[in-house]
């Protein structure tokens, strides 16, 4: 396949036709409804003659080399490289978004980059990735276009992670995450207030997201909440969504607390000041959390993972740098010898904190 042959129109298949013309996207619980030549809030699914397609298959804002940590995913194949990369657009409407240059971008010229999921298979393989990352914007709204990366990467070896706020319809969610072996999700609040007023979108659809990839589907699944002053960081809702976590998720879900910093629309909020992580964190690990760190700051033991069995550090990390590794080759603690959950391999990844640019074309 050459790249620049890809036609970026690319049938969809969750929509259905309305008794007055009109058509409606059914991927995700907005279920948006489109006259011809409309787009969805997500500006990247649309009606074209009559029916749903995705305009960006095939292309892409960037692609970059990451460490694992980034993503953030703590106990996913620690310390190797991933082949990071986005599209356009996004299903919720964030106000606070860090990445909105392109998640909110009507502008399709941002989207320099061109492959077929073949060719970023190969280059994953070639640059040494352990896996591939959805990431930058939410994987679900070009869903055709991962479903197919995440096949032609799966048949190299190379493994598949979504970051992701989860939200998406019940029967997309299954074929979705059938093709993903790793998952971060943003759970980025626990109060509807929040979720109406900050992101035009609904906390129960994620929530149900969280507790069918727990229950239903061997994803490795870790979480990520930013917690934004006077928003959702009160001691009262870190609470509430940490026990709600352990009843319904178990305490070995990962939860990374992550520091807010003014973005897009909340450029008058203030930055999430340290201390506020560090006692969030404290009152997940109260409620029972076993891996809860903290991130966008520099804390080497909120960001590091201890043994909930003897308390032993287990992997120290120093923003995206490991040190101290004290997991066997079966992933036990190498103190006590409790089971830690995560996908290890018998050695950690060297790959560092280093980020590093890619163009794609490089490899078509």
Not at 12 to 31: F, I, K, N, S
Request: with cysteine.
């Amino acid at each position: 396949m050459i790249d620049t042959q890809i036609s970026a129109l690319h049938p969809t298949q969750y929509w259905h036709r309305l008794a007055d013309g009109r058509v409606q996207c059914d991927l995700c619980p907005r279920e948006c409804t489109l006259k011809e030549g409309q787009a969805g809030l997500c500006f990247v699914r649309a009606c074209r003659d009559g029916r749903i397609v995705l305009t960006t298959y095939g292309r892409s804002s960037g692609f970059c080399v990451d460490p694992i940590e980034k993503k953030p995913l703590h106990h996913f194949f620690p310390g190797t490289a991933v082949l990071s990369f986005g599209t356009a657009g996004c299903n919720l409407a964030c106000r606070y978004c860090q990445n909105w240059d392109m998640s909110k971008s009507r502008e399709m010229d941002i989207l320099a980059e061109q492959a077929s999921p073949e060719t970023i298979a190969q280059a994953a393989e070639r640059l040494g990735c352990r896996s591939i990352a959805f990431t930058y914007n939410d994987p679900i709204v070009f869903m055709e276009y991962a479903n197919d990366t995440a096949q032609a990467c799966h048949e190299l070896g190379i493994k598949t992670v979504a970051v992701t706020s989860g939200y998406i319809s019940d029967e997309p969610r299954a074929e979705f995450f059938a093709q993903m072996d790793a998952t971060n999700v943003d759970l980025k609040a626990f109060t509807e207030r929040f979720y109406h007023k900050l992101t035009g979108g609904h906390l129960q659809p994620v929530l149900d997201t969280l507790v069918y990839l727990k229950r239903e589907t061997p994803v490795w699944l870790e979480i990520t909440t930013l917690l934004i002053p006077g928003e959702n960081d009160s001691s009262r809702e870190i609470d509430e969504m940490t026990r709600w976590v352990v009843e319904n998720l178990g305490p070995d879900v990962p939860l990374h607390l992550t520091a807010f910093h003014p973005a897009w629309k909340l450029q008058g909020k203030p930055a999430t000041p340290p201390g506020t992580l560090k006692s969030a964190r404290r009152i997940a690990v109260a409620n029972g959390m076993h891996f809860v760190y903290t991130g966008n700051i520099h804390d080497s033991s909120g960001g590091s993972s201890w043994c909930p069995g003897c308390g032993s550090l287990l992997i120290e990390r120093d923003w995206y740098r490991l040190g101290t590794w004290n997991l066997d080759r079966h992933g036990c603690c190498g103190t006590c010898g409790i089971r830690i959950p995560g996908v290890f391999e018998a050695v950690p990844g060297k790959w560092g904190a280093k980020r590093v640019p890619v163009r794609i074309a490089a490899f078509g």
